[in-house]
């Protein structure tokens, strides 16, 4: 039996020690449960150059990056992939750069022709299909306004958003979200086999704190802040 190939990316420079691989790793482990085949890295440990806009991808070597960098081993795995989820931080209220880097590159699987697609001019793909994407991100602040930006700019991504994500560093706080967390483990499963997630588990993907959880979750940042404050 062939099984699904999942590529995972944490655009974290915290890496593990963070907020986002929490997310990551409890998806992974869902998919596991399907069988799923995962690869992960953390970006910060590849050497990733941004795109240099030469596009000798699309004119001299097509299909080819002249770039000589760890996205030589990147570019076949995604090509080779069926789900590819990206964990990252929101850094102002944007992905990180590091996936910013990594995105940017992917531009060697399209063609240079314009196409219409649905009433939008695109370049068609050069691959046989882009994996089906996943989107986990955490932010520090609690509202999901957060997103916004994010959400616009991969709508094709299947959303997992978190919050006060540092929440997680606290067992009452993991506590309150062990719903959400079971959600995530159970999209990884439903994902790596190959099922259609209902609304009411999309739904749960997304935390939305009440205005007292948020007020509560400010206090404590504040009190905390102030006691860790030097000076
Ligand atoms: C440079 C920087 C910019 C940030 N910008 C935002 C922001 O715009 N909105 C927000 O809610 N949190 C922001 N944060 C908080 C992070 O998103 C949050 O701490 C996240 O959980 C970190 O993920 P990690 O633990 O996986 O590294 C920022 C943090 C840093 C270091």
């Not at 590819?84 to 590091?98: E, K, Q």
Request: proline share 5%; aromatic share 10%; glycine share 6%.
């Amino acid at each position: 039996m062939q099984y699904m190939k999942l590529l995972v990316f944490n655009a974290s420079p915290r890496k593990s020690n963070g907020t986002t691989d929490v997310l990551l790793e409890t998806f992974i482990e869902g998919a596991r449960l399907s069988g799923a085949d995962v690869e992960k890295y953390h970006i910060v440990d590849l050497d990733i150059n941004g795109c240099r806009g030469c596009f000798n991808c699309w004119w001299v070597t097509p299909g080819k990056c002249v770039q000589k960098d760890d996205m030589e081993k990147i570019l076949p795995a995604i090509a080779d992939a069926d789900v590819m989820l990206f964990g990252t931080p929101i850094y102002g209220r944007n992905v990180t750069h590091y996936l910013q880097k990594l995105l940017e590159r992917t531009f060697v699987f399209t063609l240079p022709e314009m196409v219409n697609h649905d009433g939008e001019t695109r370049h068609p793909g050069r691959i046989r299909r882009f994996p089906r994407m996943v989107l986990a991100a955490t932010c520090g602040f609690p509202d999901t306004s957060n997103f916004d930006i994010v959400r616009a700019l991969y709508p094709m991504a299947l959303p997992i958003f978190l919050p006060a994500a540092q929440l997680l560093f606290y067992e009452r706080g993991k506590k309150q979200l062990s719903d959400f967390l079971n959600a995530v483990k159970l999209a990884g499963e439903k994902i790596a086999a190959g099922e259609e997630l209902t609304k009411e588990l999309k739904d749960k993907l997304i935390v939305e704190f009440s205005d007292e959880m948020k007020r509560e979750i400010v206090e404590m940042h504040n009190r905390l802040s102030a006691s860790r404050t030097q000076n």
